[in-house]
């Protein structure tokens, strides 16, 4: 007799995901821009159009994720000319409902973790939950901004929501095949967006909560990895004495060569696995410089010469980052912090960020099982929170609130989904309280 695998989410944490999409679809496409609009719009839609190469760092998986759509509504078109944009601002409203439903579907479990068996009213309250959650995501302003337009934020934050949800997969369920799936997407996320680099600590802290073999294996490769990408970020662009990206090459040879290694070497053969996966995710970016070579007509940093390639990877069109230092300047960093505080009031209100911190308050006196989740959430929140704050180093005018907001989307999501949890962890203990 064949026995099912254990599963991590129930029915009904699928249920509230499901009607999350649908009310989240249906106000973007009612709310859909009809055509090309203002930001990077027209540059990433002709990229797709004609699959070349967008803004930096080259978006390769979101420029043939978009062609693709582009293909399926070949009949859009706007005041009788054809409107690839449309089709392309479609794609951003999908991406943007599947990242609420996920959102609706990590807190509906979330909230089933820490109710009392007897509750009454369990599954109507946690889907109840999941669902508020989502649509408080789906609707703040920032989030709702970047799903009727052609833009990449919606791609990026499924993504991210995906890999949290396999990340609290793996911790409960603490099976074999996980992690080399997780190290695989974490590597590809960076063909999604850099930014996704930090979703890397994440997943050390799932693995520190399976096992200490696990976190060990997947530290050890996580940290070849992250050398190979500062190796080739350090000499990669470097011509002297090596023309034509020699060094970058052998450095890339030398890495697959140490994983190969590995691998041939029984106990370490789960760290040269991992890190072959890490490695494999980087592929999509074999896209830019062949793109580049047919001279499409968005041809950011003409990527087919080795320089043009290191301008895009390196947001070489982009003045260069300048991490704030807290402790240097600890009166900046509270600045920033303040400023942050405004932003996230200013997507929820601030009574619905007030929830958020309810979790926080409350996670001694919450279960066992809950508790390591929690504190995964939170671990993530404070990477792109204050982390992503600390390198953004925002000036808090209003020019730089419009425009860096959407970096801080993945954290709006996670304090949506906090505030679900608040909010239910209250009822709950409000209610059991009045019932005795």
């Given at each position: 007799m064949q026995v099912s695998a254990p599963r991590y989410f129930a029915a009904l944490d699928w249920m509230a995901a499901g009607i999350a999409v649908l009310l989240a679809m249906l106000v973007y496409?009612?709310?859909?821009?009809?055509?090309?609009?203002?930001?990077?719009?027209?540059?990433?839609?002709v990229a797709a159009e004609h699959l070349g190469v967008a803004r930096p760092p080259g978006y390769p998986v979101w420029t043939l994720l978009a062609k693709g759509f582009i293909c399926l509504f070949p009949f859009a078109e706007y005041q009788g000319h054809p409107n690839p944009a449309w089709a392309v601002n479609l794609m951003s409203a999908a991406f943007g409902a599947l990242a609420c439903g996920l959102l609706a579907l990590l807190t509906c479990r979330l909230s089933r973790e820490n109710v009392p068996g007897h509750f009454r009213y369990i599954n109507a309250l946690c889907a109840t939950t999941g669902i508020t959650a989502a649509l408080l995501f789906a609707f703040s302003p920032a989030m709702w901004s970047q799903s009727v337009i052609a833009e990449t934020?919606?791609?990026?934050n499924v993504y991210f929501l995906g890999l949290l949800a396999l990340s609290l997969r793996w911790m409960s369920l603490?099976?074999?095949?996980?992690?080399?799936?997780?190290?695989?997407?974490?590597?590809?996320?960076?063909?999604?967006?850099?930014?996704?680099?930090?979703?890397?600590?994440?997943?050390?802290?799932?693995?520190?909560?399976?096992?200490?073999?696990?976190?060990?294996?997947?530290?050890?490769?996580?940290?070849?990895?992250?050398?190979?990408?500062?190796?080739?970020?350090i000499w990669g662009p470097v011509r002297a004495g090596f023309a034509n990206g020699v060094l970058a090459i052998a450095?890339?040879?030398?890495?697959?060569?140490l994983a190969l290694l590995l691998v041939a070497f029984r106990p370490l053969r789960p760290v040269g696995l991992l890190l072959l996966l890490l490695l494999a995710g980087l592929i999509p970016y074999i896209y830019l410089p062949l793109a580049s070579d047919h001279n499409p007509p968005m041809n950011m940093g003409y990527a087919r010469t080795w320089e043009g390639f290191w301008h895009v990877i390196m947001r070489g069109q982009y003045e260069a980052l300048a991490p704030l230092n807290p402790f240097a300047e600890p009166m900046a960093f509270f600045r920033d912090l303040a400023w942050y505080f405004r932003l996230t009031a200013a997507q929820f209100t601030a009574p619905i960020v007030a929830l958020a911190l309810v979790p926080a308050l409350a996670l001694?006196?919450?279960?066992?099982?809950?508790?390591?989740?929690?504190?995964?959430v939170f671990a993530a929140l404070g990477i792109f929170a204050v982390v992503v704050l600390i390198g953004a180093n925002p000036q808090p005018d209003v020019q730089n609130t419009v425009i860096g907001r959407v970096i801080f989307i993945p954290s709006f999501a996670l304090l949506a989904l906090l505030a679900g949890l608040g909010f239910n962890y209250l009822l709950i203990m409000g209610t059991t309280r009045w019932a005795k």
């Open positions: 496409v009612i709310t859909l821009a009809p055509t090309v609009t203002l930001e990077y719009s027209g540059a990433l839609v934020h919606t791609l990026t603490r099976d074999n095949k996980t992690p080399y799936l997780l190290a695989f997407l974490a590597g590809l996320g960076l063909a999604i967006s850099p930014m996704l680099i930090l979703f890397l600590p994440i997943i050390l802290v799932t693995a520190s909560f399976v096992s200490k073999i696990d976190f060990a294996r997947m530290t050890s490769a996580a940290l070849l990895f992250c050398g190979f990408l500062f190796s080739e970020l450095i890339l040879v030398a890495t697959l060569l001694p006196w919450m279960t066992r099982k809950a508790q390591p989740a929690l504190i995964l």
